[in-house]
């Protein structure tokens, strides 16, 4: 069994900054490819960025030069620091993570519950 936890999200306004992690725990041999996805109110979960198990990274092209994600392997956590934000930025961001969970099996893919981020004035 593996859970995925966000936490970070709160209230910020329009240019501020905000961190939010995503801790994975249970049963893993090793955490491939982790992926921020956000869903703004009355829309779709949309792609944020992705960041390998190298460290490589993909961000959407609204989030990019502002958002930036990060991992620690050894502590099983990813992170999204999130600069110059903006009232589009409002959504429930998600985590995901591709996780294998013993030495001979194949990974699949978990979610987080999710944490709100709301940017007003």
């Known amino acids: 069994q593996v859970q995925l936890v966000e936490s970070g999200g709160d209230l910020a306004q329009p240019g501020g900054s905000l961190r939010l992690s995503c801790a994975v725990s249970g049963t893993i041999f090793r955490i491939y490819s982790m992926t921020w996805y956000r869903q703004g109110p009355g829309n779709q979960r949309d792609l944020v960025g992705t960041?390998?198990?190298?460290?490589?990274?993909i961000y959407a092209g609204s989030v990019e030069g502002r958002f930036t994600i990060s991992r620690d392997n050894a502590k099983n956590t990813m992170y999204l620091q999130m600069d110059s934000l903006k009232p589009d930025d409002t959504a429930v961001y998600y985590c995901?993570?591709?996780?294998?969970?013993?030495?001979?099996?194949?990974?699949?893919?978990?979610w987080g519950q999710g944490t709100q981020v709301t940017i007003s004035s």
């Open positions: 960041i390998t198990s190298s460290g490589g990274t």
């Open positions: 995901n993570a591709n996780v294998q969970t013993s030495s001979g099996g194949s990974s699949s893919n978990y």
